[in-house]
């Protein structure tokens, strides 16, 4: 239609309107892709967690707030900590809000593995001792059977250590063996007797390695992950698959066995006696019929 149209004695001229149609139309493209291109480049971190895409053993609920805490970077996976703030608002009911926690920390009265924490959502993880030197409490991030964080308290002498599994062992700069465990610390100059999968204690006031426990079949050990996660047994095998996942299976105390991933399995004792105080229940998992038996005998016990 680009041209000159006589009507009824007047002629119009398209041609410059045209041209400045289609010079938009390209503008248009080009603005686009700019956007489209911007739209996948997230630039910078992610700086929010909605309340529904939290991991489920924080137990939140849903109708009190949109979004949740999001853990700061630090030793332990998003998926795999507790956020001081949950520990000491939802837990512990130290405090009612975030700006509460906020004031708690900033008098430096927590310490996480002898280390004071101002950070509200600071990733404290498994094995973690939390302290809390104004109450003289402290505390020790084991699972439960369930799954979820229980909130252990231990003795100011089993504060003084903890228990870290072994990920990884490489030779550094300058031919010097490193060791790195699975709260990102790494230690250099370990025994070299200890292997990956074992598990060290580390005096959390010099942190050196203290002792250490081999990964055998008949020693004490917790699954960290899995749908197993937090029972409690006995190595008894270990299969070997080259390629793929090396599988463990492990009998409790009941005599009821189970199999999980070798990367799920942390030692936490030689033979059957464990190096830390074990949470209720002895990471024994009972089934709904034996936890409804316990349940009613507890109940005629008291009735």
């Not at 504060?159 to 030779?171: D, E, G, N, Q, S």
Request: glycine share 10%.
């Amino acid at each position: 239609m680009c041209g000159d149209v006589a009507v009824t004695g007047f002629s119009i001229n398209f041609q410059g309107r045209c041209d400045f149609l289609v010079g938009a139309m390209a503008g248009g493209e080009t603005g686009n892709k700019r956007s489209e291109l911007s739209a996948a480049m997230a630039r910078g971190p992610k700086k929010h967690l909605k309340r529904v895409a939290a991991p489920k053993h924080w137990m939140l609920d849903k109708l009190t707030g949109v979004f949740a805490p999001r853990p700061s970077t630090g030793p332990h996976k998003l998926r795999e900590c507790l956020p001081l703030i949950i520990f000491l608002r939802n837990r512990l009911k130290y405090a009612l809000t975030g700006d509460e926690v906020k004031k708690i920390c900033m008098q430096r009265f927590i310490k996480i593995d002898g280390k004071v924490r101002t950070d509200i959502t600071y990733p404290a993880g498994f094995m973690d001792v939390i302290s809390i030197d104004k109450t003289g409490e402290n505390f020790r991030l084991i699972y439960d059977t369930k799954g979820r964080f229980a909130v252990h308290r231990i003795t100011p002498e089993e504060a003084k250590y903890k228990l870290c599994k072994v990920r990884k062992i490489f030779v550094g700069t300058k031919g010097i063996p490193h060791l790195v465990t699975h709260d990102a610390r790494t230690v250099r100059y370990p025994d070299p007797l200890i292997k990956v999968n074992d598990t060290i204690q580390i005096d959390l006031e010099t942190g050196k390695i203290t002792d250490f426990i081999k990964f055998d079949t008949g020693n004490l050990c917790m699954v960290t992950g899995g749908a197993n996660l937090g029972r409690i047994g006995v190595i008894t095998n270990r299969e070997r698959h080259p390629g793929s996942f090396d599988v463990v299976h492990v009998k409790d105390a009941n005599g009821n066995s189970f199999a999980t991933r070798l990367s799920n399995i942390f030692v936490i004792g030689k033979g059957n006696k464990p190096w830390i105080s074990l949470p209720r229940g002895k990471g024994i998992r009972l089934t709904i019929a034996e936890e409804r038996d316990k349940r009613l005998a507890a109940k005629q016990s008291s009735g």
